[in-house]
């Protein structure tokens, strides 16, 4: 008997066992095959722990927001309960039913097999995961990591192997300002609060071969961001994949002596060897990922080199799982991460636990000005704590177990979920669909 033919043949009895024992699927295979409802070396390895139920929030927090944010909260037989966000831009409504959908997936498990509870989610799915499934795992996958460390009694990042810097996570605002005398008040604040980073965008909406006039004005915007800001801040600025290659070619090296931190999709993300053409022409380093979906996803970018700096997005990636993965690949890849986090505060939390424990971390986003507004009193309200607000230029760590905190559910159901809100639509000069 060969190697193949024994692990056949004990799968095939653990399989047998389990179903004699009464654990069938739903529904037959073809053939009218029945499958487990539950791997059979679930019950082999217990950890005593269980999860009973699972309670969805759909959070408007604000009428026009486009992403009002999806939350979850797994609870198990022990108490123990763990909180994750899956809240994806334009798709709220379809994310609160997928969570549903996956109820067999996490409910009666143990919390503790992240891993295999993530592979069966993505892996069972058959079809490969979009941003809504995707979502949908990432905020259960947060959930699950919050409560293993909750029962392990350690933050999470420290389950990670992290942290690597003890003062926590170095982060980046936007710089919400447009002019010279804007930018300056902005960096006198910065320098009080020990802030570092920056990060804007470009102006207008870009045809594939556009005009001598908005190319300079998009490069005179950058310049006056350096004029601004100073030389003491790095700086990141986002085309949102506005431009075609060959306008962002040409703006890339334009920009080339500003020294800026990165430039953020400089065209749209799926066109890996148009970024490639991009990343060839320029010094100027590539940054993507915000909206990639797995691990699996950053592969092909990795592997050709594409990219500098990858910004893969905790809600929408895979949850710690996922985003875990790809600080492994590209730490392999002599890539470096610097996550997107332009959601609601559970995930941005939870990325920081991430960020932690990698080594090719550089920098977090995370979408707010350098003066707090009415979003951050809001969470302050739900978490109990300036959620996401820098000390001194980094996010604190937290020290409690699981991803260290708690959240208000009283305060929350003040925003009930008012339904989906489409993300901007924007269009060219002549009525066709631009990217925004």
Known sequence: MNRRQFFGGALMAGASSAVGAGATARGPLAGGAGLPAVAPAVSAAPSGIRITGAKTFGVTWEDDSDRPYVFIKLETDQGVVGWGEATLEGKAGAVLETLNDLREFYIGQDPMRVEHIW??????????????????????????????????????????????????????????????EELQAVRESAERLGVTAFKSGIPGYYEWI??????????????????????????GVD????????????????????????????????????????????????????RLVAHYSTQQLLEDGTVDILQCDINHVGGVTALWKVGAMAQ????????????????????????????????????????PGFKERLWEEWLGFPAMRMVDGYFPLPDKPGLGFDVDEAALARHPFQGTKPMARAWHEDGSVAAW
């Open 239 to 290: 085309f949102h994949a506005k431009t075609s290659p060959t306008v962002a070619s040409i703006i890339c090296k334009e920009v080339e002596p500003l020294h800026l931190m990165f430039i953020e999709e400089p065209c749209p993300p799926e066109n890996y060897k148009a970024m490639a053409r991009i990343a060839r022409r320029t010094t100027t380093p590539i940054a993507t990922g915000e």
């Open 119 to 180: 592979q069966s989610m993505y892996v069972h799915a058959f079809y490969r995961a979009g941003p809504i499934l995707g979502s949908a795992i990432s905020g259960i996958d947060q959930a699950l990591w919050d409560i293993r460390g909750k029962v392990l009694g350690q933050p999470v990042y420290r389950l990670l192997g992290g942290p690597i810097d003890s003062r926590g996570v170095r982060g980046y605002y936007h710089a919400r300002a447009s002019t010279l």
């Open 332 to 371: 392999a890849a002599g890539c470096h991460m610097a996550p997107h986090a332009c959601e609601g505060p559970i995930g941005g939390i939870a990325t920081l636990h991430v960020d932690a424990a990698m080594p090719n971390f550089i920098v977090q986003e995370i979408c707010s000005g350098v003066e």
């Open 210 to 235: 556009e005009t001598n006039a908005k190319i300079s004005a998009a490069v005179r915007k950058i310049q006056t961001l350096r004029e601004g800001l100073g030389d003491g801040i790095d700086i």
